[in-house]
């Protein structure tokens, strides 16, 4: 409408545009302010509360670092694993090697007419070759030995010591408990002095063997056929026969002693 018409209109054009313009202006504002619907006040309180999560006044303090799950161990397992190896650690010390309490000891006579004994018995028990005891004490000067070391290799894969001793008056209480087996002879005092009652007892005990050459009469095995005695026949020239027996007597000595639940180490 021209300025002409709002005169003639009686309407001060000054004052009508003025009014206009706040008309005007207070749509923009509002427009401006909540274009969305939300008052100026409210928009200014939200992005006050979202700045206030984002950089939270007090910070959490650091903790301390902990093992991630898949590297750290259970308790119960570590502690597991730690008496496993202590347990392995302590078999290894007290049982990598026998001790000499549980080596088993075998008795020959000391005689010097005999099959067997400290000179001869070695080279047949460890290796199943028969040489006569006369040879062996002349090469050896007639000097014989306290003690002769076996070490058994029929039959086991490793090899397994046995002490060998024809003088059982120096054995101690212990070393009676060792005695698995004995050579005998078949006299009555060949047991002279034993800690045994007869020789019942003692074979009852100890594996009793009597050596002989398989041709010999049956009267020298007379009397240790009445005895819980086993006979160990061996040829006088057929030297390849030799190991065969000594085989016999360590399969023997395994059933005795597995009999009797022993606990050397045999």
């Not at 004052?15 to 206009?20: D, L």
């Not at 095995?221 to 360590?250: E, G, M």
Request: proline fraction near 5%.
């Amino acid at each position: 409408m021209g300025t002409d018409a709002l005169e003639e209109l009686g309407i001060n054009p000054t004052q009508s545009s003025f009014v206009q313009h706040g008309r005007t202006g207070g749509s923009g504002a509002a427009a401006a302010a909540g274009g969305s619907g939300a008052p100026a006040g409210a928009s200014q309180g939200k992005a006050e509360g979202q700045h206030g999560r984002s950089q939270p006044s007090n910070p959490p303090q650091p903790h301390a670092l902990v093992p991630s799950s898949r590297h750290a161990r259970p308790a119960h397992q570590s502690q597991h694993r730690q008496h496993s190896s202590g347990g392995g650690s302590a078999a290894a010390s007290s049982g990598g090697g026998a001790g000499a309490s549980l080596v088993p000891i075998i008795l020959v006579p000391s005689a010097a007419q005999t099959l067997i004994n400290i000179f001869n018995v070695k080279e047949f028990l460890e290796d199943g070759n028969y040489v006569p005891a006369e040879e062996k004490a002349r090469a050896a000067g007639g000097k014989r030995p306290e003690m002769v070391v076996v070490q058994r290799k029929m039959g086991r894969e490793k090899a397994v010591a046995y002490h060998v001793r024809d003088r059982p008056e120096g054995l101690s209480k212990r070393d009676w408990d060792r005695v698995a087996a004995v050579f005998v002879l078949g006299k009555e005092w060949q047991f002279k002095g034993w800690p045994f009652k007869d020789h019942v007892e003692i074979l009852s005990k100890v594996m009793g063997v009597f050596m002989r050459f398989e041709d010999d009469s049956v009267e020298s095995a007379a009397t240790v056929k009445q005895w819980n005695c086993n006979i160990l026949a061996i040829s006088k020239y057929k030297r390849h026969q030799d190991r065969t027996a000594a085989l016999s007597f360590w399969d023997r000595l395994d059933k005795f002693l597995a009999a009797r639940k022993s606990v050397l180490v045999y």
